[in-house]
């Protein structure tokens, strides 16, 4: 998923009398927010966790809740319940203990706060909406235009030659 998120466009494709098209066909060269809270947590610890890290863009809402380990091998018991023993963890590129236990922190903290979800509102969306539309206000995206048709004769003339 950190992959199709970092995904930028690396060309265009001109197709005769219509517009170009980006290559790869799904990319996001604009800015990017993630949202987090504390209900994240395994692939919702480690998803923020490669965002970050991959400077993707900044994690809005509060710290996930850091349950990134892992359960493999536990079998059944002869009554038919189950014991889980956590089996490996999260080490980080420097040879770290990482994120279990401790989550992923935010780079703008917002709390949704009880009263307003109730009265309708999101402040997480509408932080990460208005951190958005300034990042575009800095570096608004530009799509370039189909330039006019190269003259093709010329490079049929250089493979004559």
């Not at 604009?30 to 919702?44: D, E, F, Q, T, W």
């Not at 994120?99 to 109730?118: F, K, Q």
Request: charged share 25%; aromatic share 6%; glycine share 12%.
């Amino acid at each position: 998923m950190n992959e199709l998120l970092a995904r930028k466009t690396l060309n265009y494709w001109g197709t005769r009398g219509l517009a170009i098209n980006p290559d790869p066909g799904v990319a996001n060269d604009g800015p990017k927010v993630m949202l987090i809270n504390g209900y994240s947590s395994s692939g919702g610890d480690a998803l923020p966790y490669y965002f970050k890290k991959s400077k993707l863009g900044l994690l809005i809402g509060t710290r996930t809740w850091g349950g990134l380990i892992g359960l493999s091998g536990n079998p059944d018991l002869a009554d038919g319940g189950s014991i889980n023993v956590p089996t490996f963890g999260f080490v980080d590129s420097d040879g770290n203990w990482a994120v279990e236990g401790e989550g992923v922190h935010p780079d703008i903290e917002v709390i949704d706060r009880p009263e307003l979800v109730a009265a309708g509102k999101d402040p997480c969306i509408e932080k990460a909406v208005e951190v958005l539309l300034e990042q575009l206000k800095q570096k608004p995206l530009q799509k370039p235009v189909m330039p006019a048709e190269p003259d093709r004769s010329k490079w049929i003339e250089k493979e004559i030659k």
